[in-house]
């Protein structure tokens, strides 16, 4: 490499300085000859300004101050210059952050797309290098470590210090090659960290370090970037420059500290003199995050400062449009890690960007935005690493409602996890001036943000949300603010509620639309999250509630879902997959996609269980081959574990289908359903079981949005349930419910009297062709109707047990007690006798015999008995094993309302499951 006289390493210092480079470089410098010296380009030195007037610079440095550093790299064609410099929209602005910057790959595809790009004029912004595998070192918090140690007076900084040269000069190597332009920018280097290291020596000889030393030495990894890019594009032959933005921008502290303020007419200045002194420049190369305050010492734009220097970069150059490349698709709907059917917004507009980002989402900051949002210039969000991803624009309203037509109401939810609702009430504040100012400015006193606040109408309560670790420390200022108020009772009470948690919906559409806090309510109470507070700003752009922490995830998915979802979605898990259980699996396999299709319901099977094993899915069970998963992925059963299962899944609406007739699901339903999760089954045992449980399971249902389904119980797939509901609801007064509700008894006495064949031999016929349990005694002792007498019963209002209802078997005494199903059959004829005395006794009165169930609600008793009908009555006009019930109500008085059809079978009995998963996904929205 050659450098000019002037470069500002004096003899003995050149001879350190060549040794120094050959050593990291592992290579003799080169000198370059041979060129004209009129085309030379000449690369900007590091700044060095000095923070302070006493801030300890290397001899080196103040020698670099007086004359400056220039490396001869590349032809350039200098016939432009400053007076052409001209702003406007054809200039793009992109900015790279630190995961982008992280290796000398990824630089090498960042200067490829930016001489891809081809624009008439592009400014890169760019952060300090970021982790990577090959060097997880992350550079900003390094330099940041380093501060702290040195202000501790740990020479462990001197450790990171070489890190970080070591990291640096590696992926120049890489990305440069043995060039002369490794050697300049390994020459800038080696300075810099001379520099830094007399920098922080004097901090740790003060034991201390100011903010103006801080920023000077922080700014480091944005410089060291910056130049590397520069360096690379210009070796793929690009027309670019490096620009130190403390060259150009001037800023000063807002007036909470916490931001800074760009002065506009001054950085509009510099930035024309800066083009003056370097010419015009296809692609120009700037630092982030750094800057200048009026005092000329070197400062930074606190957080977010690489983005605020894009949009501060974008407004300076007038720019048509800003580009911050990062690690994400865009700005997503939600938090995609809490709601993995979270979609990434093609569009939103500069106020939502500032709404979502309060609440932590992966947005801009909003003063990032302002400089933008002057000057009316878009920022699109995208991924470095997904290019064909268009990303989100940022923009303003119209722009913004020309890509959704008025269709999207919410943008985005977010939340802030563990907050604590801070209450102040008591009828002494009512009407009285300054109660509310009193409550802030204390709160502010003592350091506590405020993220939301809510004061009901009376005036008597204010509430208000800070985080979690401030809740202790808010009722104690609180408390001591207004002892005497509280002593006397004016304020009553000021508590603390722990484990909050702030939900928010935004969008700018929800200005002056019907319906959206509605529609978010009703979100979250068919998921039954309870709502503890809530506010809304004049302006519309934001819905905010609180809400338990527990039920964070649970509520962003179910609110995420009414708003975003084109379907609604129910995660289902099956309890015994048998004959029902599979037939009903299949159904839902065949009709899947119409579902989707057609009536926006999506279905999805999160779990199966037998009484022995159990099969888990976080996103759904493949129904079609579903027998396959549960013996690859089968574990031992555990309800509990089932349950926690659903509960936990980021699908909003759970339900578990219970297709067994087995006790143990059953004594599940109540802890289930306090998790949230919706029961549907044709299991008798909970509805006809101990009436304690089953006056909970209800008492939860009509206390939540948790729906008990059961319509299958009675009737299979009959609607009987349904009928009788409808009856009570509007009002009609059911005084008789009787019916034949057994499909295997109605076989037997449909076909018993119609040949010459025995009732043994019928009860053969009905169990060789499977209309009988295996032991024919569990149909014909007459208990599986008595159940289905218990739940009418009940649904009409009277509290009976199972044992309130007698039961008139048909299984003869001596049989009872027989261990096996086949010594039963064996003996079964030995009873003809018996029941033909009793056939031909109703045959001679011209009478049929039908096994029935009777509710008598007006006498407030059921039973199960072998009765006698005219061979008029409908009962005596069934065929087959169908069912028949008949409701005798004040409107129904002279002709019964009449339910009949078949009342047996998996299919049947799945199409009534299936029926009340339709009826439970029309309750929680789904168009009917």
Known sequence: MMLKAGSGLGSARQGTAKSTLAQCLNVVPRAVHGQDMSSQTRISPVSTCNPTSAAPISRSAQRRQRMPVQAVVMQSDRANTGDGFKRGSHWQV?????????????????????????????????????????????????????????????????????????????TAKALLGQTPELTSFVSRLLDDMANLKAMLQAMSIAGMSTEAFADYVVGHGELWSAQLLTLCCQQLGADAVFMDTRDVLVVVPTSDGTSVDLVEDVSNARMDDWFKRNGNHKIVVATGFIAKNKEGQATTLKRNGSDFSATIMGSLFKAGHITIWTDVDGVYSADPRKVPEAVCLPSMTYHEAWELSYFGANVLHPRTTLPAMKYHIPITIRNFFNLPSKGTVVSDFESDQAVYQGKNTVKGLATIDHTTLINVEGTGMVGVPGIASAIFSTVRDAGINVIMISQASSEQSICFAVKAADGDAAVRVLQRRFADAIASGRVSAVQAIPNCCVLAVVGQGMVSKRGVAATLFSALAKANVNIKAMAQGSSEYNITVLIDQVDSERALRAVHSRFYLSSTPIGIGLVGPGLIGGALLDQLREQAETLRAEFAIDL???????????????????????????????????????????????????????????????????????????????????????????????????????????????????????????????????????????????????????????????????????????????????????????????????????????????????????????????????????????????????????????????????SVELRRYPKTHPFAQLSGSDNIIAFTTKRYTKQPLIVRGPGAGADVTAGGVFSDLLKLAAYLGAPS
Not at 120 to 132: D, E, F, I, L, N
Not at 635 to 663: E, M, W
Not at 697 to 719: D, M, N, Q, W
Not at 803 to 829: C, G, H, K, Q, W
Request: proline letters at 5%; a negative charge.
């Open 604 to 862: 999805r099977i999160l779990g199966i269980s037998t009484s022995k094993q159990m099969v888990l899915s976080e996103k759904g069970v493949d129904m079609s081959r579903w027998r396959d998963e549960f013996k690859e992925k089968g574990q031992p059963v555990d309800l509990a574990k089932f349950g926690d299962h659903l509960a936990n899944s980021y699908i909003p609406n759970r339900a578990i289908v219970d297709c067994t007739a087995s006790d143990a699901p059953a004594q599940m339903y109540l802890p289930w359903m306090k998790q949230g999760i919706h029961i549907i089954t044709p299991n008798k045992k909970l509805g006809s079981g101990p009436l304690e449980l089953y006056n909970q399971v209800k008492k939860v249902g009509r206390e939540s949005y948790i729906h008990f389904f059961y319509e299958g119980t009675v009737g299979a797939g009959l609607p009987v349930m349904g009928t009788l509901k409808h009856l009570v609801e509007t009002g009609d007064k059911v005084q008789r419910i009787e019916g034949i509700f057994s499909g295997t008894l109605s076989y037997i006495f449909n076909t018993w009297g119609s040949d010459a064949r025995k009732f043994s031999e019928i009860v053969s016929d009905a169990k060789a062709k499977g209309f009988t349990e295996p032991d024919p005694r569990d149909d014909l002792n007459g208990t599986d109707v008595a159940r289905k007498v218990a739940i009418l019963a009940r649904e009409c209002g009277l509290q009976l047990e199972l044992s309130d209802i007698p039961v008139e078997s048909l299984v003869p005494e001596p049989l009872r007690a027989i261990p096996d199903s086949a010594t039963y059959m064996a003996r079964l004829p030995e009873f003809d006798g018996d029941m033909a005395a009793r056939l031909k006794e109703a045959q001679d009165a011209g009478e049929v015999l039908r096994f029935v169930g009777v509710v008598d609600v007006a006498g407030g008793k059921g």
């Open 94 to 170: 992109h900015k790279f952050g630190g995961t982008c910057m992280a290796a000398a790959e990824r630089i090498k595809a960042v200067a490829e797309l930016m001489i891809k790009e081809n624009n008439q004029g592009t400014v890169v912004v760019v952060s300090a290098m970021g982790s990577h595998p090959s060097s997880p070192l992350k550079v900003t918090d390094v330099i940041l470590n380093m501060i702290q140690k040195a202000a501790k007076q740990d020479q462990a900084f001197l450790l990171d210090l070489a890190a970080l040269q070591d990291k640096h000069v590696e």
